[in-house]
Antibody
Framework: EVQLVDSGGGLVQPGKSLRLSCAASGFTFDDYAMHWVRQAPGKGLEWVSGISWNSGSIGYADSVKGRFTISRDNAKNSLYLQMNSLRAEDTALYYC???????????????WGQGTLVTVSS | QSALTQPASVSGSPGQSITISCTGTSSDVGGYNYVSWYQQHPGKAPKLMIYDVSNRPSGVSDRFSGSKSGNTASLTISGLQAEDEADYYCSSYTSSITYVFGTGTKVTVL
């Protein structure tokens, strides 16, 4: 069974940093692109970032470009999101999701992790 | 990248059919056949229901179907059931090598 377990969320002050992790199991991790998608409380879904199987292709939403960095460790079957210069508007439930192919382009998201909550507040 | 436009809410009685629209631009929905749909029940992670405009993953009921015309994609739920009550989101790949989601639609079974 494919399983994604998100972790690393918490309460952080504006301007500070946080690193999210996603542990994958049940599939050949380095065959697939991976993504982060977030959902602010009571709001809709927003794609945050995606990374190809070999980290050779990476994409970011304009809202996080220059502040967030996605990475992966295929030896550890893990996906990461380093979030710097956090703002109140980054408060959300962050989900990792498996891509549909090895590249970030032209795909879909399935399955999703359970999400990890990031709250940015002083 | 602006969110794709969906109706805020759609409702129907059990057994009826409903359709949710998802309107974008030629840079996303209209430019690619990479539209997907997700179902989200309260407090749960989203679940893939349709991919590549009209394909259903294994395990998803054939009551769910997708289509696209121009810059607008649609999700149709036929034979509406109580368990279909949830939020639904469309998503599209874009020319910016990113993805954009729809604004979300709350489906209510009357």
């Amino acid at each position: 069974e494919v399983q994604l377990v998100d972790s690393g969320g918490g309460l952080v002050q504006p301007g500070k940093s946080l690193r999210l992790s996603c542990a994958a199991s049940g599939f050949t991790f380095d065959d697939y692109a991976m993504h982060w998608v977030r959902q602010a409380p009571g709001k809709g879904l927003e794609w945050v970032s995606g990374i190809s199987w070999n980290s050779g292709s990476i994409g970011y939403a304009d809202s996080v470009k220059g502040r967030f960095t996605i990475s992966r460790d295929n030896a550890k079957n893990s996906l990461y999101l380093q979030m710097n210069s956090l703002r109140a508007e980054d408060t959300a439930l962050y989900y990792c999701a498996k891509g549909s192919n090895s590249h970030i382009a032209a795909g879909w998201f399935d399955p999703w992790g359970q999400g990890t909550l990031v709250t940015v507040s002083s | 990248q602006s969110a794709l436009t969906q109706p805020a809410s759609v409702s129907g009685s059990p057994g009826q059919s409903i359709t949710i629209s998802c309107t974008g631009t030629s840079s996303d929905v209209g430019g690619y056949n990479y539209v997907s749909w997700y179902q989200q029940h309260p407090g749960k992670a989203p679940k893939l229901m349709i991919y590549d405009v009209s394909n259903r993953p294994s395990g998803v009921s054939d009551r769910f179907s997708g289509s696209k015309s121009g810059n607008t994609a649609s999700l149709t739920i036929s034979g509406l059931q109580a368990e279909d009550e949830a939020d639904y989101y469309c998503s599209s790949y874009t020319s910016s090598i990113t993805y954009v989601f729809g604004t979300g639609t709350k489906v209510t079974v009357l």
